[in-house]
């Protein structure tokens, strides 16, 4: 795939084929893309926790929020649940500033992930600590994003935006429909 399109793929995908299941390989596998991605000042502060089965998703997607702009619907249905987690950390230990990195991070991961036929959803609204205290994650690390992951159901396309409205929407079809702002909104000249 060109990049492109590999990037046109790369939505955010919020309904899946909960049975097929995402073994734990995968998941390094698409964490060794985040670990050759650049870094700030090269320190490399992230750290990665995986998951795959069904338990161990079901504890984490309550402190997971969806879809803000979708007012009526509170998340995918069992059935159409994510299968597999990525949760970044931030490694207090190394620095206390994360800077960009689990942007560039989560976005190798998410085309990594769209290469092996899957699709997923960063996730910043997060209840950290019913998180924290779910997992058990240690006070060292800050909880930075979830990807949650999964083989995609949903249709999702990209339109021009209309008159400023960038709120994301699904029409009766599901299909889901992401404003873009239009090239030469973006480049401007002084
Ligand atoms: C840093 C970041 C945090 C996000 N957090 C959430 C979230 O908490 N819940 C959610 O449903 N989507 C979340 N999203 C997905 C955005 O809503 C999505 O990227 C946006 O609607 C554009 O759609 P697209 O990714 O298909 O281009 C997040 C995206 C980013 C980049």
């Not at 338990?55 to 509170?74: H, V």
């Not at 998410?110 to 092996?116: K, R, V």
């Not at 159901?153 to 699904?170: A, H, L, P, Q, S």
């Amino acid at each position: 795939m060109i990049l492109k399109d590999l990037i046109l793929k790369t939505r955010s995908y919020r309904r899946f084929d909960e049975s097929h299941r995402i073994d734990i390989t995968t998941l390094e596998n698409l964490v060794e893309l985040a670990r050759l991605s650049a870094s700030a000042a090269n320190r490399q502060p992230l750290k990665y926790l995986l998951y795959t089965t069904p338990e161990e998703c079901n504890r984490i997607y309550p402190s997971i929020a969806w879809a803000g702009y979708l007012n009526e619907w509170t998340g995918p249905e069992p059935g159409e649940r994510p299968s597999a987690y990525i949760i970044i950390l931030g490694d207090k230990a190394i620095t206390g500033s994360f800077s960009f990195d689990p942007g560039i991070a989560a976005q190798s991961i998410m085309l990594g992930a769209t290469e092996e036929g899957l699709g997923g959803c960063m996730i910043a609204s997060i209840e950290r600590e019913d998180l924290r205290n779910e997992l058990k994650i240690p006070d060292r690390f800050e909880i930075v994003l979830i990807l949650a992951l999964g083989k995609p159901v949903e249709k999702v396309v990209i339109e021009d935006i209309r008159e400023g409205d960038f709120n994301y929407w699904r029409d009766e079809g599901n299909v889901h429909h992401v404003p873009k702002r239009k090239l030469n909104e973006l480049i401007i000249k002084l």
